[in-house]
């Protein structure tokens, strides 16, 4: 993904949807789909650091950490687009400890 100078959240999410990486075009939606939930709750929809997260370091290494730390907030994402099997199985940039 291109880095960008900020770390709007419009900005990692344009990068997102706009990679030729289909790990990022995967993670862009389930952002979407969480942000979509948050607002049909009459909740705030923002995503806090990811989009800073991301910017300075890479998707598959946010996935890894947010996954492997069980993040608040992961739970409640459908299963069906969890993006859990991809940096578990294939994507992970760092082994288990």
């Known amino acids: 993904m291109e880095q960008y100078a900020g770390n709007r959240m419009s900005e990692v999410m344009k990068a997102l949807r706009n990679s030729t990486d289909a790990l990022e075009n995967d993670l862009a939606r389930v952002y979407d789909h969480w942000q979509e939930v948050k607002r049909s ?9 990811e989009p800073r997260d991301i910017n300075a370091s890479d998707a598959v290494s946010v996935i890894s950490r947010r996954v492997l730390n069980a993040s608040a907030g992961f ?14 199985n294939t994507r992970r940039s760092s082994p288990r400890t």
């Open 41 to 49: 709750q009459g909740q705030r929809a923002g995503l806090g650091y």
């Open 75 to 88: 739970e409640e994402v459908d299963p069906d687009l969890s993006y859990e099997p991809w940096s578990s």
